[in-house]
DNA sequence: TACCTATTGATAACAATTATCATTAACGGT
DNA sequence: ACCGTTAATGATAATTGTTATCAATAGGTA
């Protein structure tokens, strides 16, 4: 197996998914970043985001067409506005955790949910 | 408001999914359905899978870095295979019961849950 | 300090989806 | 049954998000 190496690239976006509230795309997580390290390539982000999710350290969600990554890992959920695209965050681990014990399919290992509620925010 | 228009590539359409258990994407739509239909075009499928989704007919399933679609709109889940892709129907309808129930977001109206399990399926 | 190679930056390639536009056909009115 | 209106279509160009490529760079270990 092949060891990682502990880049500036990798803690700085990982550093700024942690401060934010947000669900950004690979596009806007480049913006943000290259502010505070002004060399850094989109190519660069997109294969740490997709390393760092892939080692479960963030989420990476399908939303509105596009991957959306999440420092935060814990169970919780997301609602999409299917008007404005608005994200929001829901918070009732109940529910993931209902889910992951419901879940008994003959053969199939899972400790992870994505759930996400489709309908309309309060400003639509 | 404009009035819809029954064409027979949207009914051949809809019959399609309405006959298979799979999930596919558009593409694989329009060659299913081009056996049928050999004049169809891709931009057809597209459309209709689009205008069958937003009036709540199919659904429209982020998986996999692309759009699935899915005739069958009643409460179940899914499961996807984090190394082979595959994706199994669940059929645990008190689950999606739960998540709306406990879903008391304010403003936020839902009657819509997509859940995702991530895992491993029995052959991988 | 020197070596090995994981990682990077820059950019090309790719794939899925949407936009465009002239043509066609659904369907209500006559 | 024939119009006339315009929703929908077919063909294809354009767009967008993501991945692949590859020479150059820089972690980490000896």
Redesign the pocket.
């Given at each position: 197996m092949?060891?990682?190496?502990?880049?500036?690239?990798?803690l700085k976006i990982l550093e700024h998914l942690r401060n934010i509230r947000t669900h950004p795309?690979?596009?806007a997580v480049f913006k943000s970043v290259r502010k505070d390290?002004p060399?850094?390539?989109?190519?660069?982000?997109?294969?740490?985001?997709?390393?760092l999710a892939s080692q479960g350290t963030i989420l990476k969600l399908?939303i509105n067409?596009?991957?959306?990554f999440d420092a935060n890992t814990c169970g919780h959920q997301h609602a999409v506005c299917t008007n404005c695209g608005k994200i929001i965050d829901i918070f009732e681990p109940a529910i993931t955790t209902y889910a992951l014990k419901k879940l008994t399919l003959n053969g199939f290992k899972s400790g992870c949910v994505d759930i996400i509620f489709k309908g309309r925010c309060d400003k639509c």
């Open positions: 092949q060891k990682t190496r502990t880049t500036n690239q990798r795309n690979a596009e390290l060399v850094i390539s989109l190519a660069t982000v997109y294969r740490n985001l997709n390393m399908e067409g596009e991957y959306k």
